[in-house]
């Protein structure tokens, strides 16, 4: 059974998902691939830090992991944006 936690990444995912105007389809505007990475990104940060505080560090490890990684993403878009 998927936790409240999980639900709301799923969440916050999908809405994030639909975040891209027409136009920005069109041109492939990268400033909204960084809106799509960072919401999940809070919510893996949000979820590292629930499972740190419930003592379940390694979770927590998992999660901040998964963040960092998406954080590795923010910066590629980021600088393809830029360029």
Known sequence: MPTTLH????????????????????????????????VPTVCYFGQAAVCWWTSDRPHAVIWAS???????????EYTRTID
Do not use: K, Q
Request: with cysteine; hydrophobic share 55%; net charge positive.
């Open 66 to 76: 998964y963040a960092s990684a998406n954080l590795g993403f923010i910066w590629y």
């Open 7 to 38: 639900i709301a990444e799923v969440m916050c995912t999908r809405i994030a998902r639909f975040s891209l105007t027409p136009h920005d389809r069109v041109v492939g505007f990268s400033m909204s691939r960084i809106i799509l990475i960072v």
